[in-house]
């Protein structure tokens, strides 16, 4: 079992954020350690959204009470996601110099910037400081398509194109999603300097929210038990089609029997 400090948003209402994270690392014997950068009634995307942003001098301090008792040697990883300020960055940034000063720590982050075909959803400052002091640090990223484009300033319109764009960033591991392979077909891309491997899906219409979250949160599930980066991305990659499958007519994933897939 692994500890893992999971930063990102929190939800009431559906599984994207840390309500897709947290399920999927305990389905996988996990101990995930949520700490929310924000708390909403559901997401953004539907008709009304209400909530409130979490300061990041909080944060600071529950990570400093986490720290002075003792429990900073129990962590094994962290995973960042919604980052909604540069402050947030820069938290997550120090905490995982902090951890690391101590032992080794695996650091994914799950750059949450924006999508397609909307674009950029949050802070530009916020963007650039993940792209400038985040990715350098990071061992894995998990970008989506118009995040990898965005990030490396290259096309991203095919495999070859991902894995041409991860390779002119600073984190050793980039697992793309939502690459497009024609028109019906999607890749998730682990590109890595000497090779990059392919896993493939079935594009599909109304996908709910939190997929990306979900991919991220078995991804590193799966690594920290003990898989090798290229088997934990095809468990990832089945475990969100199994909750896909799952969720077949609603508007939020439905993980209660998919999580750990």
């Not at 209402?13 to 994270?21: I, M, T, Y």
């Not at 075909?117 to 916020?126: H, Q, S, T």
């Not at 709910?208 to 934990?232: I, K, N, Q, Y």
């Amino acid at each position: 079992m692994a500890v893992i400090t999971a930063i990102s948003s929190q939800v009431v209402r559906g599984h994207v954020g840390l309500r897709a994270v947290v399920p999927a690392l305990e389905a996988l014997g996990h101990e995930p350690w949520p700490l929310p950068t924000i708390l909403l009634s559901n997401h953004p995307g539907h008709n009304r959204c209400a909530g409130t942003r979490i300061k990041a001098t909080a944060l600071e301090a529950m990570l400093d009470a986490i720290e002075e008792n003792g429990w900073f040697d129990r962590i094994d990883a962290v995973l960042s996601g919604y980052l909604p300020t540069p402050d947030h960055v820069t938290l997550v940034a120090d905490f995982v110099a902090r951890v690391r000063a101590a032992r080794p720590l695996l650091f994914l982050c799950d750059p949450i910037l924006g999508d397609d075909p909307k674009g950029l959803y949050i802070d530009l400052a916020a963007a650039e400081a993940i792209r400038d002091t985040l990715l350098p640090i990071a061992d894995i990223l998990t970008p989506n398509r118009f995040e990898l484009a965005w990030l490396s300033g290259a096309p991203v319109a095919s495999p070859a194109e991902a894995a041409t764009a991860a390779r002119r960033l600073p984190t050793p591991a980039v697992i793309a999603t939502s690459i497009p392979i024609g028109a019906d077909r999607l890749g998730t891309v682990l590109v890595e300097p000497a090779r990059h491997v392919v896993a493939t899906v079935d594009r599909l219409a109304d996908v709910p929210h939190g997929t990306g979250d979900l991919l991220a949160g078995l991804l590193l599930g799966h690594r920290l038990s003990g898989h090798p980066l290229d088997a934990a991305m095809a468990r990832a990659v089945a475990g969100v089609a199994a909750a896909l499958a799952a969720s077949a007519g609603n508007d939020e994933l439905y993980l209660t029997a998919s999580a750990g897939a």
